[in-house]
């Protein structure tokens, strides 16, 4: 097969034959990988043959070793492992042998040998090439030859685990640093030297403590802040930012000898991208402090010392950085593209994590900033100063805040009407922060009516504007309800409901979805229907009516629909009505008998349209849990037609998401109909078992089948008998899961996998028991103790398993009263458990309940 050709095929104008190469080389690759690869390679490594090809060759070669997804990367590593070991070896050799061509891009060959890499040095395999890289780093004359193999040592540094590199750390960190050092004559190799360098610094962690090993690494660094070339400022800078991440406590020294003087000066620069990185060094530092003091008062509420402390680099250095931010904040750009990072934005999310970290030392030299520019008459001063106050609203003390936006809260209200779009959307912004954070500064009767007439206004302005309204009423609902009664007769915002949604729908009537103001729209109806008070309900019927409407007419349009981008705006519309509609059925409850049938109707004909878009189908799905709630028993009449689209979902693991809803969807018709759900769950109890054994489901989608196995037990009592033996075999195996200490991910998912397991036994014997058939759970006590007592001494347990653990203990007590089972309660772990969940100030106040509670069934069982 001529590669070459297909290659330069895979290039054509012509769709059909680019497809048609592209279609042949993907089949190569899948028939006989080796060939394929001799085959690239070959084109990759001739210098006498076409750049183009050479390039296209290469990464073609290197898109076949490596993916994003995980399960293919693993395939693809193990497709690479499998081929013989000569040709695997000669891909090496011209691989590193074409570091010195000039005829292809600089990047390719380094990135072909670090895929490569990847794959081999975990396996103990080439374990030559780290040798060779630094060898030609050091010895090489060719700068082509240094730059080639730097750009590799820093993808593999990228992408290979730390440990994996940990034995040649010594060798990587001095060549690296020597290619990074001012003494470096070309600019091209100590740039590829100061990327590697950033790459590498995770797995050098040894090296850092070393006090003369930091010391000339930092050296180096700082002296690159200083070049002439932008592009080694500039990575320069990126590696302060990643040091300070990683090693904070080990930069008190540097800080006060250089990098405040640095940094400050960094941010001064005339290139933005060095100024952007020296802004992101301080809020770097800012997160950093953040987390330290977070890890304070979890210490603090333990009775300990922390182990690490804060230097306050933050409180130092503020009178230093705090102009230059200010100033930043006026060098916004008249048609600023909204997705691109610019010095004011980065400026303003600086002032904001500064101004939580130094809470209120903030507020004296921010708010004279504010009162001097917020009624300049150039645009950039006004909206620097509203930026300025919205960005310190988090932090301070609500105290020394809630008079300066008191005072503020009309003259922001009145801006909504600046000639300048600029100044009008961060002024939504900022109000939408003071409704978030600080809305018991909003006064009912004097700000309440005119913020929401601006609001209201706002929505008939520019799209970017309706964007920030939308979020700022969507914050004042969500605020101002969370102070009142969820159930209340009326609240604050019922007078204003009416207007509000109507303006909100007229946004949702536009055409097109610029800056997101229709999904902005929708998502703020939700919002609004979801906090309303009863009062409100009337009105909610209404907007029900009209979004059903809407959808109705989604679906007589949605065959005459040609071209993705229409295809993909047509389904984001859906999911924005069944949003709405989803919200609006949960709030009125059965009140929303009356238009059900329709709702069901056209849930119906989404699920079985031929579309079948899988988010679409999830957004449906969370919709009929919400009508099998409203409905409860009266839900029956619709599942004859729901039931196959149902097993349909549960027997596609592929769709994980989906499967997962489905699995909720089990529980929530179980509670819904009750015993009268026995007649499904011979079904429904085959498809989560296989699903529970499935290789190919998503791992987490397991908790909650586990959590279902309770729901359909608590439904049908005494009639899950028959499931019983099956179910405790599934639980039992579930149970013997462990994490390692050191996977977070994995100690959090055994957390989730145990706490569907509890609630699995809780359903179980509150079934049972509820049936009559308390006997039945006898055999199975033993083992279901012996669980708990592992779950109760893991170390890393949350509040929710706790409390799940101590009702089953509870459960267990209830069921087993007046029995010859008080035998398991005896033992010191269940005392101990109990009385930790009462008193630990780590617990909710919902956990504490439920431990009295078992603990007084507890009592009761023993005393019998």
Same mark, same amino acid.
């Given at each position: #097969?001529?590669?070459?050709?297909?290659?330069?095929?895979?290039?054509?104008?012509?769709?059909?034959?680019?497809?048609?190469?592209? &279609?042949?080389?993907?089949?190569?690759?899948?028939?006989?990988?080796?060939?394929?690869?001799?085959?690239?390679?070959?084109?990759?490594?001739?210098?006498?043959?076409?750049?183009?090809?050479?390039?296209?060759?290469?990464?073609?070669?290197?898109?076949?070793?490596?993916?994003?997804?995980?399960?293919?990367?693993?395939?693809?590593?193990?497709?690479?492992?499998?081929?013989?070991?000569?040709?695997?070896?000669?891909?090496?050799?011209?691989?590193?042998?074409?570091?010195?061509?000039?005829?292809?891009?600089?990047?390719?060959?380094?990135?072909?040998?670090?895929?490569?890499?990847?794959?081999?040095?975990?396996?103990?395999?080439?374990?030559?090439?780290?040798?060779?890289?630094?060898?030609?780093?050091?010895?090489?004359?060719?700068?082509?030859?240094?730059?080639?193999?730097?750009?590799?040592?820093?993808?593999?540094?990228?992408?290979?685990?730390?440990?994996?590199?940990?034995?040649?750390?010594?060798?990587?960190?001095?060549?690296?640093?020597?290619?990074?050092?001012?003494?470096?004559?070309?600019?091209?190799? &100590?740039?590829?030297?100061?990327?590697?360098?950033?790459?590498?610094?995770?797995?050098?962690?040894?090296?850092?403590?070393?006090?003369?090993?930091?010391?000339?690494?930092?050296?180096?660094?700082?002296?690159?802040?200083?070049?002439?070339?932008? &592009?080694?400022?500039?990575?320069?800078?990126?590696?302060?930012?990643?040091? #300070?991440?990683?090693?904070?406590?080990?930069?008190?020294?540097?800080?006060?000898?250089?990098?405040?003087?640095?940094?400050?000066?960094?941010?001064?620069?005339?290139?933005?991208?060095?100024?952007?990185?020296?802004?992101?060094?301080?809020?770097?530092?800012?997160?950093?402090?953040?987390?330290?003091?977070?890890?304070?008062?979890?210490?603090?509420? #333990?009775?300990?010392?922390?182990? &690490?402390?804060?230097?306050?680099?933050?409180?130092?250095?503020?009178?230093?950085?705090?102009?230059?931010?200010?100033?930043?904040?006026?060098?916004?750009?008249?048609?600023?593209?909204?997705?691109?990072?610019?010095?004011?934005?980065?400026?303003?999310?600086?002032?904001?994590?500064?101004?939580?970290?130094?809470?209120?030392?903030?507020?004296?030299?921010?708010?004279?900033?504010?009162?001097?520019?917020?009624?300049?008459?150039?645009?950039?001063?006004?909206?620097?100063?509203?930026?300025?106050?919205?960005?310190?609203?988090?932090?301070?003390?609500?105290?020394?805040?809630?008079?300066?936006?008191?005072?503020?809260?009309?003259?922001?209200?009145?801006? #909504?009407?600046?000639?300048?779009?600029?100044?009008?959307?961060?002024?939504?912004?900022?109000?939408?922060?003071?409704?978030?954070?600080?809305?018991?500064?909003?006064?009912?009767?004097?700000?309440?009516?005119?913020?929401?007439?601006?609001?209201?206004?706002?929505?008939?302005?520019?799209?970017?504007?309706?964007?920030?309204?939308?979020?700022?009423?969507?914050?004042?609902?969500?605020?101002?309800?969370?102070?009142?009664?969820?159930?209340?007769?009326?609240?604050?915002?019922?007078?204003?409901?009416?207007?509000?949604?109507?303006?909100?729908?007229?946004?949702?009537?536009?055409?097109?979805?610029?800056?997101?103001?229709?999904?902005?729209?929708?998502?703020?109806?939700?919002?609004?229907?979801?906090?309303?008070?009863?009062?409100?309900?009337?009105?909610?019927?209404?907007?029900?009516?009209?979004?059903?409407?809407?959808?109705?007419?989604?679906?007589?349009?949605?065959?005459?629909?040609?071209?993705?981008?229409?295809?993909?705006?047509?389904?984001?519309?859906?999911?924005?009505?069944?949003?709405?509609?989803?919200?609006?059925?949960?709030?009125?409850?059965?009140?929303?008998?009356?238009?059900?049938?329709?709702?069901?109707?056209?849930?119906?004909?989404?699920?079985?349209?031929?579309?079948?878009?899988?988010?679409?189908?999830?957004?449906?799905?969370?919709?009929?849990?919400?009508?099998?709630?409203?409905?409860?028993?009266?839900?029956?009449?619709?599942?004859?037609?729901?039931?196959?689209?149902?097993?349909?979902?549960?027997?596609?693991?592929?769709?994980?998401?989906?499967?997962?809803?489905?699995?909720?969807?089990?529980?929530?018709?179980?509670?819904?109909?009750?015993?009268?759900?026995?007649?499904?769950?011979?079904?429904?109890?085959?498809?989560?078992?296989?699903?529970?054994?499935?290789?190919?489901?998503?791992?987490?989608?397991?908790?909650?089948?586990?959590?279902?196995?309770?729901?359909?037990?608590?439904?049908?009592?005494?009639?899950?008998?028959?499931?019983?033996?099956?179910?405790?075999?599934?639980?039992?195996?579930?149970?013997?899961?462990?994490?390692?200490?050191?996977?977070?991910?994995?100690?959090?998912?055994?957390?989730?996998?145990?706490?569907?397991?509890?609630?699995?036994?809780?359903?179980?014997?509150?079934?049972?028991?509820?049936?009559?058939?308390?006997?039945?759970?006898?055999?199975?006590?033993?083992?279901?103790?012996?669980?708990?007592?592992?779950?109760?001494?893991?170390?890393?347990?949350?509040?929710?398993?706790?409390?799940?653990?101590?009702?089953?203990?509870?459960?267990?007590?209830?069921?087993?009263?007046?029995?010859?089972?008080?035998?398991?309660?005896?033992?010191?772990?269940?005392?101990?458990?109990?009385?930790?969940?009462?008193?630990?100030?780590?617990?909710?106040?919902?956990?504490?309940?439920?431990?009295?509670?078992?603990?007084?069934?507890?009592?009761?069982?023993?005393?019998?």
């Amino acid at each position: #097969m001529d590669v070459s050709s297909l290659l330069q095929s895979s290039l054509s104008t012509d769709q059909s034959i680019r497809e048609d190469a592209t &279609r042949k080389l993907e089949q190569l690759a899948q028939e006989n990988y080796a060939a394929y690869v001799s085959l690239l390679n070959q084109v990759f490594a001739t210098e006498q043959a076409d750049p183009t090809l050479r390039q296209l060759a290469g990464l073609a070669l290197k898109n076949s070793l490596t993916a994003k997804d995980t399960t293919r990367k693993e395939e693809y590593a193990q497709r690479w492992l499998s081929i013989d070991q000569g040709i695997r070896s000669q891909v090496k050799q011209d691989a590193l042998k074409t570091f010195g061509s000039s005829g292809i891009s600089r990047s390719t060959a380094p990135q072909v040998v670090s895929a490569i890499a990847e794959i081999e040095l975990p396996a103990n395999q080439w374990s030559e090439l780290i040798p060779t890289l630094l060898d030609n780093v050091t010895n090489q004359e060719s700068a082509l030859h240094r730059q080639a193999s730097l750009q590799a040592l820093g993808y593999i540094c990228e992408s290979t685990e730390p440990m994996v590199l940990a034995v040649n750390a010594n060798e990587i960190l001095t060549a690296v640093v020597q290619g990074a050092r001012k003494e470096e004559t070309n600019d091209d190799v &100590r740039l590829e030297a100061l990327h590697a360098l950033y790459n590498s610094l995770e797995f050098i962690r040894a090296n850092f403590d070393r006090e003369g090993e930091r010391n000339f690494i930092m050296q180096v660094v700082c002296e690159a802040t200083q070049s002439t070339d932008e &592009r080694i400022q500039l990575a320069a800078f990126e590696c302060l930012v990643r040091i #300070m991440h990683l090693y904070y406590d080990k930069m008190r020294f540097y800080m006060e000898k250089a990098l405040f003087g640095l940094t400050v000066l960094g941010m001064n620069s005339e290139h933005s991208g060095v100024a952007l990185q020296a802004v992101e060094f301080w809020s770097t530092v800012c997160d950093e402090e953040l987390e330290l003091q977070e890890e304070a008062n979890e210490a603090l509420d #333990m009775g300990e010392q922390p182990e &690490r402390v804060s230097f306050d680099f933050a409180k130092t250095a503020a009178p230093e950085i705090l102009p230059v931010l200010l100033w930043m904040l006026t060098q916004q750009e008249e048609e600023a593209d909204e997705d691109e990072w610019n010095i004011a934005m980065a400026a303003g999310t600086c002032l904001a994590l500064l101004a939580q970290t130094i809470t209120d030392h903030i507020v004296p030299p921010v708010i004279p900033f504010v009162e001097s520019n917020i009624q300049s008459t150039d645009w950039r001063y006004r909206e620097a100063a509203v930026m300025a106050f919205g960005s310190i609203l988090e932090g301070p003390n609500p105290q020394i805040l809630t008079p300066l936006v008191n005072q503020a809260l009309p003259t922001l209200i009145n801006m #909504m009407r600046d000639p300048d779009v600029n100044v009008k959307d961060t002024v939504t912004w900022t109000l939408g922060r003071v409704s978030d954070v600080l809305v018991e500064c909003i006064k009912p009767d004097i700000h309440l009516p005119q913020l929401i007439s601006a609001l209201v206004l706002g929505l008939q302005d520019n799209p970017r504007i309706v964007g920030n309204c939308c979020w700022s009423l969507m914050n004042l609902a969500e605020q101002l309800s969370s102070v009142e009664d969820a159930d209340a007769d009326t609240s604050l915002l019922s007078r204003y409901f009416d207007g509000v949604i109507t303006a909100l729908l007229r946004i949702t009537d536009r055409p097109d979805n610029e800056a997101n103001s229709r999904t902005s729209a929708y998502e703020a109806v939700s919002t609004f229907v979801s906090t309303a008070a009863k009062d409100c309900y009337s009105n909610i019927e209404k907007v029900a009516i009209t979004v059903l409407e809407r959808l109705e007419h989604t679906l007589s349009v949605q065959n005459q629909i040609v071209g993705s981008d229409e295809m993909n705006a047509h389904y984001e519309l859906q999911s924005n009505l069944l949003s709405v509609l989803t919200n609006c059925v949960r709030k009125l409850g059965k009140n929303i008998a009356s238009i059900a049938d329709r709702i069901m109707t056209v849930f119906l004909q989404i699920l079985n349209s031929q579309s079948k878009h899988s988010t679409t189908k999830e957004d449906v799905f969370i919709g009929v849990g919400a009508l099998i709630s409203a409905l409860e028993s009266d839900f029956s009449r619709y599942l004859e037609p729901f039931i196959p689209i149902l097993y349909s979902a549960l027997q596609n693991p592929e769709e994980y998401q989906l499967c997962g809803i489905a699995v909720g969807l089990i529980g929530d018709i179980c509670r819904a109909l009750g015993e009268n759900s026995v007649q499904y769950c011979n079904a429904f109890m085959e498809l989560l078992i296989q699903n529970l054994q499935s290789p190919v489901l998503h791992r987490n989608v397991k908790p909650a089948i586990l959590s279902c196995f309770g729901d359909v037990a608590l439904a049908i009592g005494g009639q899950f008998e028959s499931f019983l033996n099956i179910t405790m075999m599934v639980l039992q195996q579930a149970g013997n899961m462990r994490a390692d200490k050191t996977n977070l991910d994995m100690i959090e998912y055994v957390n989730q996998l145990h706490e569907g397991n509890v609630e699995a036994y809780v359903g179980i014997v509150q079934g049972l028991s509820s049936g009559g058939k308390t006997p039945l759970i006898a055999p199975y006590v033993p083992g279901i103790f012996t669980f708990l007592n592992i779950v109760a001494e893991d170390e890393y347990k949350s509040d929710t398993l706790v409390r799940s653990l101590a009702g089953l203990i509870g459960d267990l007590a209830d069921a087993l009263y007046a029995t010859d089972g008080k035998q398991f309660f005896q033992v010191e772990w269940v005392n101990r458990t109990l009385r930790e969940a009462r008193s630990s100030r780590h617990y909710s106040q919902s956990t504490k309940e439920v431990a009295r509670w078992a603990k007084e069934m507890v009592k009761r069982t023993l005393q019998s």
